[in-house]
Nanobody, 123 residues
Framework: QVQLVESGGGLVQAGGSLRLSCAASGRTFSDYAMAWFRQAPGKEREFVAA????????TYAHSAQGRFTISRDNAKNTVSLQMNSLKLEDTGVYYC????????????????WGQGTQVTVSL
């Protein structure tokens, strides 16, 4: 497994932006497809965005499409999530996840998880 540490969460007003980052260590980062998930209080963890090992392919949840952008830098072992036009419903703990293979939207695909970073969107 790869070790993952998220950063960049915080409190932001609706309509604002945040950039989350995830630093990876311990294994060859480019061997891992990466993704962001989030979990709101009382709700199940849900998929947000994923990126292929090379960075050449991405996929997004419908709720994130057009507002969020996932990217990675394999030289720096990082994956980021740029979040724009934030809404109240984007509030939650955001988790970085890694899968030694193809990316997808299911949590079960990912064997490596970070500790999460809190994102709170206010009026």
């Amino acid at each position: 497994q790869v070790q993952l540490v998220e950063s960049g969460g915080g409190l932001v007003q609706a309509g604002g932006s945040l950039r989350l980052s995830c630093a990876a260590s311990g294994r060859t980062f480019s061997d891992y497809a990466m993704a962001w998930f989030r979990q709101a209080p009382g709700k199940e963890r849900e998929f947000v965005a994923a990126i292929a090992r090379s960075g050449g392919s991405t996929t997004y949840a419908h709720s994130a499409q057009g507002r969020f952008t996932i990217s990675r830098d394999n030289a720096k072992n990082t994956v980021s999530l740029q979040m724009n036009s934030l809404k109240l419903e984007d509030t939650g703990v955001y988790y970085c996840a890694g899968a030694a293979g193809m990316y997808g939207t299911r949590t079960s695909l990912y064997e490596s998880w970070g500790q999460g970073t809190q994102v709170t969107v206010s009026l």
